[in-house]
T-cell receptor, first 112, second 113 residues
Framework: ELKVEQNPLFLSMQEGKNYTIYCNYS?????LYWYRQDPGKSLESLFV?????AVKQEGRLMASLDTKARLSTLHITAAVHDLSATYFC????????????FGEGTQLTVNP | DVKVTQSSRYLVKRTGEKVFLECVQD?????MFWYRQDPGLGLRLIYF???????EKGDIPEGYSVSREKKERFSLILESASTNQTSMYLC????????????FGPGTRLTVT
């Protein structure tokens, strides 16, 4: 059974700083997803990583996937307040078809 | 753009009532999912469906049932609502054989009193 763990679960950072959120998963998963959730809102898809070594960037966020290490990272560059949200990673296990397993989420607060 | 809509943003029901939550997607997705989200517990899968009239139990199906009579619509039913079913309910959909990326609806915050 696929398990997905994120760390840290809570992250408070200053504007302008860089930081990385880590997503580890327990079994083979060639697909990794990152989502963002604003307070009281639903989940919005950020990145879909479909192969080892995949890297995707959007604005100040960059996601990467290392399937050998069973690790994905979400790197934040020069954080701004608008990035404050909860970030979820999710993996897909081949034997589970199209079902995703979500991590616990990382609550990010960017302080001025 | 993919659009997933849910019938209500907020709902208040009494213990013992039968509750219907509806989800509609407009992208011809084969897969549809129902999750609940609670503080500290993340997203937990209740039921999902790969096709019309097909359903599969997720991790926490107890106290819930689902219906999928049409491809675009997936309903979650609480047969007899209880206070421990107070939660945020999220519907999602995805294609069967592409990236499996799930698209989420806006959520329904259900309070059972």
């Amino acid at each position: 059974e696929l398990k997905v763990e994120q760390n840290p679960l809570f992250l408070s950072m200053q504007e302008g700083k860089n930081y990385t959120i880590y997503c580890n998963y327990s079994t083979t998963s060639d697909r990794l997803y990152w989502y963002r959730q604003d307070p009281g809102k639903s989940l919005e898809s950020l990145f879909v990583l479909l192969s080892n070594g995949a890297v995707k960037q959007e604005g100040r966020l960059m996601a990467s996937l290392d399937t050998k290490a069973r690790l994905s990272t979400l790197h934040i560059t020069a954080a701004v307040h608008d990035l404050s949200a909860t970030y979820f990673c999710a993996g897909n296990q081949e034997t589970s078809g199209s079902r995703l397993t979500f991590g616990e989420g990382t609550q990010l607060t960017v302080n001025p | 753009d993919v659009k997933v809509t849910q019938s209500s943003r907020y709902l208040v029901k009494r213990t013992g009532e039968k509750v219907f939550l509806e989800c509609v997607q407009d992208m011809d997705h084969e897969n549809m999912f129902w999750y609940r989200q609670d503080p500290g517990l993340g997203l937990r899968l209740i039921y999902f469906s790969y096709d019309v009239k097909m359903k599969e139990k997720g991790d926490i199906p107890e106290g819930y049932s689902v219906s999928r009579e049409k491809k675009e619509r997936f309903s979650l039913i609480l047969e007899s609502a209880s206070t421990n079913q107070t939660s945020m309910y999220l519907c999602a959909s995805s294609w069967l054989d592409r990236s499996y990326e799930q698209y989420f609806g806006p959520g329904t915050r259900l309070t059972v009193t």
